[in-house]
């Protein structure tokens, strides 16, 4: 079997950037032109021949070519041919490309290097200053130091200005893509609690309904007799309205949640009257009676949330009552006092002749979420011969984050 040998990877070749490559071949062009002129810098100070002053010009115009990919060694050579260039008649050229050797350091060079610079080379400019002012004792000496800030301490401030300005476009960049990732995070959560809202309406809304029709269907199939048909029929026919009232109801609430539809379409405690006669009716044929004890002050009235959160309680308690209760009295109490709303749904506990309706236990995983989202408490069991369902729900709002 002839082994398989994999290409070779090409070797990654360097190119420089376009505006490095216009900027050596532009310097080293001025620089060659201005010393064919005989335009030199230090005229009259050198020491050696005039042709000289080209081999800092031409170590230093390619160094223009690694700016961006090696700032530390084009700074290093840039600053001995600048140095190189005092001893020669000089090229304003050659100044010039250290200058912009001297600001590519520090806006391509490493973090450390950028805030070095700006601080040696203003230390450079006052030790030039104070030693030629010291030395040479003229007002003209001060130019040195003015010119020696301008090469150096100069381009070094204006790249470290650069650079700031792009670090803080990039972090206020970060910033806003943070801000919207939060804002989306934001927007998921909440749309997860609205379907989980939702669900619980929709459970809440439906489900006693749609529990009595089967309770009362499987009773009309399982007696064969007219005057049961009739009745459950009637039954069925009268949870169906109610259960599409309901759901009609909600689809609109859905389409346009306007504050009106809203408040007519919230459930109040002061409704627990009308929910107890509607059970009482589905109820009927499985031997269950209800009774309500409303102990809360007159007039006192309870936040929104709180009445509807007691209400779908009160209404799941009971659906759960006409699918599994035994025959007996289903007692709801409601009571207001010390700050808490406290809610008691007793049913009796045991074995149950007939039919039963079905559960998937959504039912008392919604309780326990309303009360929860509202800073309560709640409990469901077996507590003897009775089905407890307790929850405290404080009586002001106090949504739980988190």
Same mark, same amino acid.
Request: aromatic residues 4%; glycine residues 8%.
């Given at each position: 079997?002839?082994?398989?040998?994999?290409?070779?990877?090409?070797?990654?070749?360097?190119?420089?950037?376009?505006?490095?490559?216009?900027?050596?071949?532009?310097?080293?062009?001025?620089?060659?032109?201005?010393?064919?002129?005989?335009?030199?810098?230090?005229?009259?100070?050198?020491?050696?021949?005039?042709?000289?002053?080209?081999?800092?010009?031409?170590?230093?115009?390619?160094?223009?070519?690694?700016?961006?990919?090696?700032?530390?060694?084009?700074?290093?050579?840039?600053?001995?041919?600048?140095?190189?260039?005092?001893?020669?008649?000089?090229?304003?050229?050659?100044?010039?490309?250290?200058?912009?050797?001297?600001?590519?350091?520090?806006?391509?060079?490493?973090?450390?290097?950028?805030?070095?610079?700006?601080?040696?080379?203003?230390?450079?400019?006052?030790?030039?200053?104070?030693?030629?002012?010291?030395?040479?004792?003229?007002?003209?000496?001060?130019?040195?130091?003015?010119?020696?800030?301008?090469?150096?301490?100069?381009?070094?401030?204006?790249?470290?200005?650069?650079?700031?300005?792009?670090?803080?476009?990039?972090?206020?960049?970060?910033?806003?893509?943070?801000?919207?990732?939060?804002?989306?995070?934001?927007?998921?959560?909440?749309?997860?609690?609205?379907?989980?809202?939702?669900?619980?309406?929709?459970?809440?809304?439906?489900?006693?309904?749609?529990?009595?029709?089967?309770?009362?269907?499987?009773?009309?199939?399982?007696?064969?007799?007219?005057?049961?048909?009739?009745?459950?029929? =009637?039954?069925?026919?009268?949870? $169906?309205?109610? @259960? !599409?009232?309901? %759901? *009609?109801?909600?689809?609109? /609430? #859905?389409?346009?949640?306007?504050?009106?539809?809203?408040?007519?379409?919230?459930?109040?405690?002061?409704?627990?009257?009308?929910?107890?006669?509607?059970?009482?009716?589905?109820?009927?044929?499985?031997?269950?009676?209800?009774?309500?004890?409303?102990?809360?002050?007159?007039?006192?009235?309870?936040?929104?949330?709180?009445?509807?959160?007691?209400?779908?309680?009160?209404?799941?308690?009971?659906?759960?009552?006409?699918?599994?209760?035994?025959?007996?009295?289903?007692?709801?109490?409601?009571?207001?006092?010390?700050?808490?709303?406290?809610?008691?749904?007793?049913?009796?506990?045991?074995?149950?002749? =007939?039919?039963?309706?079905?559960? $998937?236990?959504? @039912? !008392?995983?919604? %309780? *326990?979420?309303?009360?929860? /989202? #509202?800073?309560?408490?709640?409990?469901?069991?077996?507590?003897?011969?009775?089905?407890?369902?307790?929850?405290?729900?404080?009586?002001?709002?106090?949504?739980?984050?988190?």
């Amino acid at each position: 079997m002839t082994p398989t040998i994999a290409p070779a990877t090409p070797a990654r070749t360097f190119r420089p950037h376009r505006d490095d490559v216009l900027l050596a071949v532009c310097s080293v062009l001025a620089g060659l032109l201005l010393w064919s002129l005989g335009i030199y810098s230090t005229n009259n100070r050198y020491f050696f021949p005039p042709w000289a002053a080209l081999v800092p010009l031409l170590v230093l115009g390619p160094m223009e070519l690694l700016r961006r990919t090696a700032p530390n060694v084009t700074l290093a050579v840039g600053t001995i041919g600048v140095v190189a260039d005092q001893f020669t008649v000089g090229n304003l050229g050659t100044v010039v490309i250290f200058t912009d050797l001297m600001y590519a350091a520090v806006v391509y060079g490493k973090p450390a290097m950028a805030r070095r610079l700006p601080i040696t080379t203003g230390l450079i400019t006052i030790a030039v200053t104070v030693t030629f002012v010291a030395w040479l004792r003229t007002p003209q000496s001060l130019m040195i130091g003015v010119l020696t800030g301008i090469v150096c301490f100069g381009p070094a401030l204006t790249g470290a200005t650069l650079r700031n300005h792009r670090e803080a476009a990039e972090a206020a960049r970060l910033r806003a893509e943070q801000t919207a990732l939060l804002a989306e995070m934001d927007r998921s959560q909440a749309v997860a609690a609205e379907r989980a809202r939702m669900a619980r309406e929709l459970h809440d809304m439906v489900a006693n309904h749609l529990s009595a029709i089967a309770i009362h269907s499987t009773a009309a199939l399982s007696i064969d007799s007219p005057g049961t048909s009739r009745e459950a029929l =009637g039954v069925i026919r009268e949870n $169906s309205v109610q @259960g !599409l009232a309901e %759901m *009609r109801r909600l689809i609109g /609430l #859905l389409r346009d949640a306007g504050a009106e539809q809203e408040a007519v379409a919230t459930p109040s405690l002061d409704g627990l009257d009308a929910l107890l006669a509607q059970a009482g009716v589905n109820g009927a044929a499985s031997g269950l009676d209800f009774a309500l004890l409303d102990d809360r002050p007159s007039g006192e009235q309870l936040p929104a949330p709180v009445e509807l959160a007691a209400y779908r309680i009160v209404q799941e308690s009971l659906t759960n009552a006409l699918k599994h209760a035994a025959p007996g009295t289903v007692r709801v109490r409601v009571t207001c006092a010390d700050g808490l709303l406290t809610v008691r749904v007793e049913s009796p506990y045991g074995d149950r002749p =007939g039919p039963r309706a079905p559960g $998937s236990g959504a @039912g !008392l995983v919604g %309780m *326990r979420e309303r009360t929860e /989202l #509202l800073g309560g408490e709640f409990s469901a069991g077996p507590t003897g011969l009775v089905w407890l369902v307790r929850a405290e729900l404080p009586a002001e709002e106090k949504a739980v984050t988190g």
